[in-house]
């Protein structure tokens, strides 16, 4: 596609229920970046996907949250048994190798 | 790894003023980057620059890699540039590392 899309853009959870948050990169980007952003916070890095390479898994908070991306495309960050402190917008960004990052526009997660 | 240091935090400026933001780096990067996020949250890429300088309309960039630092020029500033500077390195695991930002608000 044009440009990384994120989907949903909002998400509203009751506090124990799973929740799928989807990432499409731009089309032949070969590595995959989610971040974690709370309001008026910088970036915490959640997980990286460079090609067939095994995944950076290094920033995820806890075991409830986990990510796959298929074919090297669409990447799904799931997280399991929400909590209110999960809460943040969520932001997927793509890039070709170690080239220009280029962020989604976010899904912001609120849990009840 | 790699330290990212950004200044100054906070910069308040008049519609039509100039600013320097600066990005310190604690050890070589493959690359360094520069974005832009608007008060809506939407992150834009201004500049890939690993080295060297490079401009677009009012915003230019320079990497000076050897003494691990960049700067990010804004001239005749407006309000539409209010927002937060972020800058990242690629560090030797090829993991963008991040700045704090620098919160940049244009008053008219």
């Known amino acids: 596609g044009a440009g990384v899309s994120q989907s949903p853009s909002n998400k509203v959870t009751e506090k124990g229920k799973d929740v799928e948050l989807r990432c499409d990169p731009i089309?032949?980007?070969?590595?995959l970046y989610w971040y974690r952003q709370s309001l008026g916070q910088g970036l915490e890095f959640l997980i990286y996907?460079?090609?067939?390479?095994?995944?950076?898994k290094s920033g995820l908070p806890s075991d409830r949250f986990s990510a796959e991306r298929t074919g090297g495309s669409v990447s799904t960050l799931t997280i399991q048994r929400t909590q209110q402190e999960d809460s943040a917008v969520y932001l997927c960004?793509?890039?070709?190798?170690?080239?220009?990052?280029?962020f989604g526009q976010g899904t912001r997660l609120t849990v009840v | 790894g790699i330290q990212v240091e950004q200044s100054p935090p906070d910069l308040i400026l008049q519609e039509g003023a100039n600013s320097t933001l600066r990005c310190n780096f604690s050890?070589?990067?493959?690359?360094l980057q520069w974005f832009h996020q608007n008060p809506w949250g939407q992150l834009i890429n201004l500049f890939y620059?690993?080295?060297?300088?490079k401009q677009n309309g009012r915003l230019s960039a320079t990497t000076v890699a050897t003494e691990r630092y960049s700067l990010l020029y804004i001239s005749s500033s407006q309000t539409t540039d209010s927002g937060v500077y972020f800058c990242?390195?690629?560090?030797?695991?090829?993991?963008?590392?991040w700045g704090a930002g620098t919160k940049l608000i244009i008053k008219p």
């Open positions: 960004a793509s890039s070709f190798f170690t080239g220009r990052a280029f």
């Open positions: 050890d070589s990067v493959n690359n």
């Open positions: 620059i690993p080295s060297g300088t």
């Open positions: 996907f460079q090609g067939n390479s095994a995944p950076d």
């Open positions: 990242a390195a690629l560090d030797s695991n090829y993991q963008l590392i």
């Open positions: 089309s032949g980007h070969t590595a």
